[in-house]
């Protein structure tokens, strides 16, 4: 079956500008995650869904930062105000269950977001 | 707060060499733990994991065991090869809970840098 999907896979915008990362996971996931990586680092956890609500959004880095998944399926994470130190591949995630610890998440290729 | 510290890379290693990368932890109660690869130009996949203590992990010829008592989780294989070249990243997912329900949010090291050489 298809695997977790992730658009744009790049996006190049400019300081300031708004920007939307689209995460389409695997279906029959309920559990949802976002991360961050910076060039020559591991993934950063940004934000977790448990169906529609975003249960912990404890690793969003401040209030540019939103997400949102409004029919417990396709996730949007979007940016306002972007800035050059957002840069990063920006990586969905989603398991079968509700993300118990021992759950395997599976992972999207990314977006690849550059900020000028 | 939870952590995870893989060995400094990279690691260049020549075909059918043995392989080892280090990961230790840092972690409160009891975490399962993850090693993910990422080969080039593809997203990241599960390797292995194991979900505690003394558990071993297992795929690919790829072996990980968890030890307690070292906070660590190495991951090995006996004879490498070109095709492993890619980046391995060693993660731990620690219980927490929103609204009753468990879940695991991965926590992840900075990664090791693997090329195999024919």
């Known amino acids: 079956g298809a695997g977790v999907s992730q658009t744009p896979s790049n996006k190049v915008t400019e300081k300031g500008k708004y920007v939307e990362l689209r995460c389409d996971p695997i279906?029959?996931?309920?559990?949802l995650y976002w991360y961050r990586q910076s060039l020559g680092q591991g993934p950063e956890f940004l934000i977790y869904f448990q169906g529609t609500g975003a249960a912990d959004d404890s690793g969003l880095p401040n209030d540019r930062f939103f997400a949102v998944r409004p029919e417990g399926s396709v996730s949007t994470l979007k940016i306002q105000r972007t800035e050059r130190g957002d840069s990063a591949v920006y990586l969905c995630?989603?398991?079968?269950?509700?993300?118990?610890?021992?759950?395997?998440?599976?992972f999207g290729p990314g977006t690849r977001l550059t900020v000028l | 707060g939870n952590s995870v510290t893989q060995m400094e890379g990279p690691v260049t290693l020549s075909e059918e060499a043995f392989l080892t990368i280090n990961c230790t932890y840092t972690?409160?109660?009891?975490?399962?733990l993850f090693w993910y690869v990422q080969y080039p130009g593809e997203g990241l996949q599960l390797l292995l994991k194991?979900?505690?203590?003394?558990d071993k992990g297992s795929n690919k010829g790829f072996e990980a065991t968890y030890r307690k008592e070292t906070t660590s989780f190495h991951l090995e294989k006996g004879s490498v090869q070109v095709s492993d070249s890619a980046v391995y990243f060693c993660?731990?997912?620690?219980?927490?809970?929103?609204?009753?329900?468990?879940?695991?949010?991965?926590?992840f090291g900075q990664g090791t840098i693997l090329t195999v050489h024919p």
């Open positions: 194991a979900t505690k203590a003394d």
């Open positions: 993660a731990l997912s620690w219980s927490s809970s929103a609204g009753g329900t468990s879940y695991g949010k991965l926590t």
């Open positions: 972690a409160t109660g009891y975490p399962s």
């Open positions: 995630a989603s398991s079968l269950k509700l993300g118990g610890p021992t759950d395997t998440q599976y």
């Open positions: 279906s029959g996931h309920t559990a």
